[in-house]
């Protein structure tokens, strides 16, 4: 299995433009999570989704943020508008109820 | 509610010190307890578990013991090595959520 994939890698973009990221899952994995990890304020859960249904969003910081999972096998994350605030390391995670979070390798989005 | 609290880091240590780095949780039920590692440039990784009390999970001589009387997972290991320079995260699981903490960043030195 190719383990969670994340796309892009890196991510450099201005003030006020879209950005998306996205994430495949691991295939038969139920439950999909988004983080944000900053030096300040560490790794933080921003939405959850279990069965492509959000579950808990309310870690999303402001409505710029939205997540979607359209299928059982992707999922995106935009900010629209986005913010120099807004630059760290976004990860995806999936779960299928046994124990182990599996985490992808994370868009490092830098917001100029 | 559910939370995780760790040592503060940055821990540096000289190769082959001994390592700990506390963790305590608070939880309602009967939460499974994990500590993670991050590589440099890379997502986190389950490093050991525990899921019960008084389980000890263990993996590449680091260990850790689920302890509900004081609510702490701390994490040990004996001789560390330079290759163990991480981050490492404490986290809980309760039903299909998982809470992390803050991590503790280690360095280890020649």
């Known amino acids: 299995d190719a383990g969670v994939i994340q796309s892009p890698r890196h991510e450099v973009t201005e003030m006020g433009q879209e950005v998306t990221l996205r994430c495949k899952p691991i295939s038969g994995h139920n439950s999909l999570f988004w983080y944000r990890q900053t030096m300040m304020r560490g790794l933080e859960l921003l939405i959850y989704f279990n069965n492509n249904v959000p579950i808990d969003d309310s870690g999303m910081p402001e409505d710029r943020f939205s997540a979607k999972m359209p299928n059982a096998s992707f999922s995106t994350l935009k900010i629209q508008p986005s913010e120099p605030r807004d630059s760290a390391v976004y990860f995806c995670?999936?779960?299928?109820?046994?124990?182990?979070?599996?985490f992808g390798s994370g868009t490092q989005l830098s917001v100029l | 509610g559910n939370s995780v609290t760790q040592m503060e880091g940055p821990v540096t240590l000289s190769e082959e010190a001994f390592l700990t780095i506390n963790c305590t949780y608070t939880?309602?039920?009967?939460?499974?307890l994990f500590w993670y590692v991050q590589y440099p440039g890379e997502g986190l990784q389950l490093l050991l578990k525990?899921?019960?009390?008084?389980d000890k999970g263990s993996n590449k001589g680091f260990e850790a013991t689920y302890r509900k009387e004081t609510t702490s997972f701390h994490l040990e290991k004996g001789s560390v090595q330079v290759s163990d320079s991480a981050v490492y995260f404490c986290a809980l699981r309760n039903g299909n959520q998982f809470y992390f903490g803050t991590g503790t960043s280690l360095t280890v030195i020649p």
């Open positions: 939880a309602t039920g009967y939460p499974s």
């Open positions: 525990a899921t019960k009390a008084d």
């Open positions: 995670a999936s779960f299928a109820g046994a124990e182990k979070l599996f």
